[in-house]
């Protein structure tokens, strides 16, 4: 199942959706969560997402719901589900990070979406200025406070994603937190007032000790770790030694396309953007 139109993005396929419809007859699809763990169908055939009717055909407690829109023409749902929910037969919780691993891109695109109004519905239950129960408010996504009016979105944080080269060679580095022997790009969020450019330099400056010149802009990808809207860069090595900060960056080298190490799942824009510098260098990806 494809859920986004590659050939002409400007066309979309999924319709975001406040309001539910009156009455469920139709099959949708729902995107269940227990925390950060997505439910999945273990047989497939042919989508991982489970396709009901109705929610309660599981059987399952709901802490809260949201309508999601209409995937050409099929209702979707996201769904919270208590901390100790046990997934019920042929079915298995896979955690977030492994999940984008074993589906589709524009299936994971989805899911992404699905777990941020998840996040945003689970946190904004109650106003952070005055402490009262917020409500939906009407055709928007949003939470309204009915006592002092404050509104609540969901909450998109920026941040950037560079590849630098320096010749025929690209930097890759290693945070403490990756899967063993895999190497990534530079990353790290905007800071207030920051333009994302100025973040490049900035990140890149903190966490390896590089200057870097000809920042060029090279696409976006949403990021559900936490709610992050990904903005990736090109740039070209100007100056200085590699010092990984031992914090953010454990290792960091450059490497020829002759001698790559782990790299990132495809769907990453993190391995966009290396697969962009593999094709610039002549190779099949």
């Not at 066309?11 to 995107?31: C, D, H, M």
């Not at 950060?36 to 407690?61: Q, T, Y």
């Not at 404050?150 to 080269?165: D, G, M, N, T």
């Not at 802009?217 to 709610?227: D, E, I, K, M």
């Amino acid at each position: 199942m494809s859920l986004t139109n590659r050939e002409n993005p400007s066309y979309p396929k999924f319709i975001v959706g406040i309001e539910p419809p009156a009455g469920r007859t139709e099959k949708a699809l729902w995107f269940i969560f227990r925390g950060r763990d997505i439910l999945f169908k273990v047989r497939k055939n042919p989508s991982a997402i489970p396709k009901l009717v109705d929610f309660g055909e599981l059987g399952l407690p709901v802490v809260r719901e949201q309508y999601l829109g209409m995937l050409e023409g099929t209702h979707c749902y996201s769904v919270e589900l208590p901390a100790d929910t046990k997934a019920p037969e042929g079915m298995e919780f896979v955690d977030l990070r492994k999940a984008h691993s074993e589906i589709s891109e524009g299936c994971f695109e989805l899911v992404n979406k699905a777990v941020q109004v998840v996040e945003w519905d689970r946190t904004n239950q109650f106003c952070s200025r005055c402490g009262t129960k917020t409500v939906q408010k009407p055709g928007e996504r949003g939470k309204e406070c009915p006592s002092c009016g404050e509104l609540f979105y969901p909450r998109i944080s920026p941040a950037i994603i560079v590849l630098i080269r320096k010749g025929h060679e690209v930097l890759l580095a290693r945070s403490p937190n990756f899967p063993p022997a895999v190497y990534s790009l530079i990353a790290g969020f905007v800071e207030p007032g920051e333009t994302a450019e100025t973040a490049v330099a900035r990140e890149v400056w903190e966490e390896v000790g590089l200057k870097v010149r000809n920042i060029t802009y090279f696409g976006t990808q949403a990021w559900p770790f936490p709610n992050s809207l990904m903005i990736g860069f090109t740039a070209e090595y100007d100056s200085g030694d590699i010092r990984p900060d031992g914090f953010e960056i454990e290792d960091a080298k450059w490497f020829s396309v002759e001698d790559l190490p782990a790299l990132p799942g495809k769907i990453s824009i993190s391995r966009k953007l290396i697969d962009h510098f593999l094709k610039e260098e002549g190779l099949e990806v």
